[in-house]
């Protein structure tokens, strides 16, 4: 097939892409970042789901202006087809047949009543490497339930980390699960690419992220302490003050001063005020557990009428380790990090400012080529290169 | 030179993996605390050779606080070290002792890879950068994860890793609806540039498989939080709104969010986002009134009721178990799910089958399970195949094996302090 690869490390790799919404799309975009040949499968005339989430520029629906599809969605092909009609699957299993990697993210239920397995997925490329993220993973006893990135953060255990005492668990917001499920299942990818693993089949489960690297450090801590830890809202009570986040004038600042001489220097920094001195606050573990709500107030008071640029200054002047909380506002308006962000010419949206990569490389950085693919943009061309009509037929049916 | 073009094949560590697709490789790992240490662990874990480089004049955070077993501190007993430094070995080496930079140079000059997430600077007065190292090992691949940047203002900011969540932008979206932010309450930034670093080495070992060249690979913790925020920069550079604390509401899902069951501080999560999901939780409430309420009528009209919708919801599964509550929303095909706690994720039937916790021997704590790996391969070897290592346990074989030294040499440079 002719490549409309990049000049990235990933070059030459050919990655054939059904997958919907933010895990299996972040994986391919992760790929198609850096080279890779990425041709999206979407349903005909609906696509990929994310294209009807939004944003929308001025919260005007359409299917080629959602935020998060654009977003995703650069440095890829769009093919339409129905791969849930047999003649639509046909059109993949020859699709992959000339793809080194097929990722999906069908739920295990979806790819089995449409006969997506393995072996028919590898009719034409026995060496095709298969690469499935769901919520549960392919197996397990709860392999076929129904779930959502908030019911795998649940069930991967972070909400019980989220909150404040007594007050509903929280989701991690933006679906931060589907991202990290993404991202680990592009890894295995590139390692069977990497060590020639033929036919390699993968089975990414995202609430397995979340239990095991994300977050599956505290089952020890619970196996040898029996401690089971939970929500503290804004602050930590535990330790040494502060680790908290508290008000300034414009919005919010992020304290935590693990070492004396760092809270020291914060004292210094506010001025020597007489009631740091106070004797009820030698120790900062004491300080915190029964007066951390006095000492916020005392802070608060002293911050109230600085902004957090103003106090990031001082802090970082002072050699206090405290850092503000921005807002997406503030991120994008950081010259520091202008280069983490791309503009890219989407069909409908020349010049669109987006997050870019999440890293250089030296000698063969990632880029943008192309915007997000109208969707079925490359129907034809792409089975041209492989030497298949589409009749209309099935473009009747709706099959492509 | 390519793994595969080497004129004599390396010598591998007693105790190394010899079956798994990176066994061929060797990684220097001078990963600190959560963040470095997991991009090594995910290159250990498929079979890579990866050395961490740690002394106790200098102890890695994760070798540090109060012991399990007894009253005196002690690096060996950090449980959360035992995670992200499995499948690795320790070379105890002062790198602040002359000659202790010297061993580093020749251990990469018969290594691949180097990860490092150091204070900026700190490498390059050691004489550790890529620039000094690549003299000796001209095909280094090496990546950096600093916590904000490398050069510029932000490399001089010291802040916890806490921080790195809210600089970047995704505490200030961490709370409930119209209140202030929360932040978020563990670490997120860590794991997050680990993955994001070890996929970027993979992909440099991709272009030097094909090419003969290394490269250099930046990152940061707070740049790799940046893709997790797409969704919000959309919507602030379409709408021109800032996001703020949601709570659990999420567009598009109706109900969306976590209620409490019977228990204590137990609550399930459930999501409904198509008309047939909402039928069905109809049917699992066996609230056939619900269907023709017109608060609920479609979802636009549920995301207008939300408050009620969610006292609906919450006064069913609050007379019910968890476990009760989920099957029943399961089988009338709505997406739900409890929210597990530590224990019970590691007592959970559907985890355990997954291995997501391994069971292995540690010499000081005995057994003790760490967390497994989120992937299945069907040609694939275990994730965890080696416990982590103790602080300096592989110092000896790495002088002899790998840079040749005698044992008298050796000998001497423990004694001076070079190596531990």
Not at chain 1, 221 to 228: A, D, K, L, Q, T
Request: contains cysteine; hydrophobic residues 40%; proline residues 7%.
């Amino acid at each position: 097939m002719a490549e409309v690869s990049g000049d990235g490390p990933l070059s030459g790799l050919v990655v054939a892409d059904f997958s919907r919404i933010v895990a299996g799309p972040y994986c391919t975009m992760l790929l198609g970042d850096l080279g890779a040949d990425v041709i999206k499968v979407e349903k005909p005339f609906v696509g990929d789901p994310a294209r009807r989430s939004g944003p929308f520029p001025a919260d005007e629906a359409h299917l080629e202006r959602s935020g998060l599809f654009l977003y995703l969605n650069t440095n890829k092909r769009s093919v339409s087809i129905d791969v849930l009609e047999p003649s639509g699957a046909d059109l993949l299993a020859r699709l992959c047949g000339s793809a080194d990697v097929l990722v999906c993210s069908l739920h295990p239920t979806e790819s089995d009543a449409g006969g997506l397995d393995d072996e028919f997925l590898r009719a034409h490329n026995p060496e095709l490497t298969i690469a499935r993220v769901t919520p549960y993973g392919m197996t397990g006893p709860n392999r076929d339930w129904l779930g959502y990135e908030a019911n795998t953060a649940a069930f991967g255990g972070i909400c019980g980390y989220l909150g404040a005492s007594g007050r509903p668990l929280l989701f991690p917001p933006l679906a931060i699960g589907d991202y990290e499920a993404g991202l680990n299942v592009a890894i295995p990818i590139l390692v069977a690419d990497l060590a020639d693993i033929s036919g390699q089949s993968i089975d990414v489960s995202e609430t397995d992220c979340w239990a095991t690297v994300q977050n599956g450090m505290g089952v020890i801590e619970y196996i040898f302490g029996g401690r089971v830890f939970t929500r503290m809202g804004r602050g930590v009570k535990s330790g040494p003050y502060p680790n908290t986040i508290l008000r300034c004038k414009d919005g919010h600042m992020r304290l935590v001063a693990m070492q004396r001489s760092e809270w020291q220097r914060f004292v210094a920094v506010m001025g020597d005020p007489e009631w740091a001195s106070d004797p009820r606050f030698k120790d900062r573990v004491v300080m915190n557990e029964k007066h951390s709500d006095e000492v916020d107030a005392l802070i608060e008071d002293w911050m109230k009428d600085k902004t957090k640029d103003e106090i990031f200054d001082l802090c970082r002047i002072g050699g206090v380790p405290f850092a503000p909380i921005y807002t997406i506002a503030e991120v994008m308006s950081q010259p520091e990090f202008a280069s983490w962000f791309v503009e890219v010419d989407h069909p409908e949206l020349p010049g669109m400012r987006q997050v870019g990569f999440p890293y250089e490389l030296s000698e063969a950085p990632p880029s943008v080529r192309s915007g997000a693919p109208r969707l079925g943009e490359h129907t034809t061309s792409v089975f041209a290169e492989l030497g298949i009509e589409i009749s209309p037929e099935l473009r009747a049916h709706e099959i492509c | 030179m390519p793994i595969e073009q080497q004129q004599s094949p390396r010598v591998s560590l007693p105790g190394a993996n010899q079956d798994g697709p990176l066994s061929d490789l060797r990684v220097v790992d001078f990963g600190w605390a959560w963040a470095g240490a997991t991009a090594g662990q995910i290159l250990a874990d498929f079979g890579a050779e990866v050395i961490k480089i740690e002394s106790r004049t200098r102890l890695d955070p994760m070798r540090q606080g109060r012991p399990i077993i007894g009253t005196e501190p002690d690096p060996e007993q950090n449980p959360i070290c035992h995670n992200v430094n499995r499948n690795k070995f320790s070379f105890g080496v002062n790198l602040k002792a002359p000659g202790g930079p010297d061993l580093i140079r020749d251990l990469v000059a018969h290594s691949d890879v180097v990860i490092e997430n150091m204070t900026p600077g700190a490498l390059a007065r050691l004489g550790l950068t890529y620039e000094d190292l690549k003299v000796r090992c001209p095909e280094l691949i090496m990546v950096s994860l600093p916590a904000f940047w490398s050069e510029g203002p932000m490399s001089e900011v010291k802040a916890y890793a806490p921080s790195i969540t809210g600089v970047s932008g995704y505490d200030s979206m961490v709370g409930y609806e119209g209140e202030e932010p929360l932040g978020f309450q563990q670490g997120l930034a860590d794991p997050n540039v680990g993955l994001h670093a070890a996929f970027a080495v993979l992909a440099a070992l991709r272009h030097r498989k094909r090419t003969g060249r290394g490269q250099f690979i930046q990152t940061s913790q707070a740049r790799a939080m940046l893709p997790l925020l797409g969704e919000a920069v959309a919507e602030h550079v379409m709408t021109g709104r800032t996001p703020a604390p949601a709570g659990n509401r999420r567009t598009g899902f109706a109900p969306h969010g976590n209620y409490q069951t019977l228990g204590e501080d137990r609550w399930i999560s459930i999501a409904v986002r198509s008309e047939r999901e909402w039928e069905g939780l109809c049917a699992a409430l066996e609230r056939p009134d619900l269907l023709t309420d017109r608060r609920f009528a479609d979802g636009f009209a549920r995301s207008q009721n939300l408050e009620a919708l969610d006292a609906e919801v919450g006064a069913w599964t609050g007379q019910r178990e968890a476990d009760e509550a989920v099957a029943t929303l399961q089988g009338n095909g709505v997406a739900a799910a409890p929210c597990l706690n530590t224990a019970e994720r590691f007592h959970n039937e559907h985890l355990m089958s997954r291995e997501a916790y391994v069971p292995v021997e540690h010499p000081v704590l005995g057994a003790e399970f760490i967390y497994g790996s989120p992937w299945k391969t069907s040609k694939g070897q275990p994730s965890v195949w080696k416990r982590v290592p103790l602080l300096g346990e592989d110092t000896d074989a790495i002088l002899r094996d790998i840079l040749g030294l005698e044992e008298t040499e050796i000998a001497s440079m423990r004694d001076a302090g070079v190596v531990e």
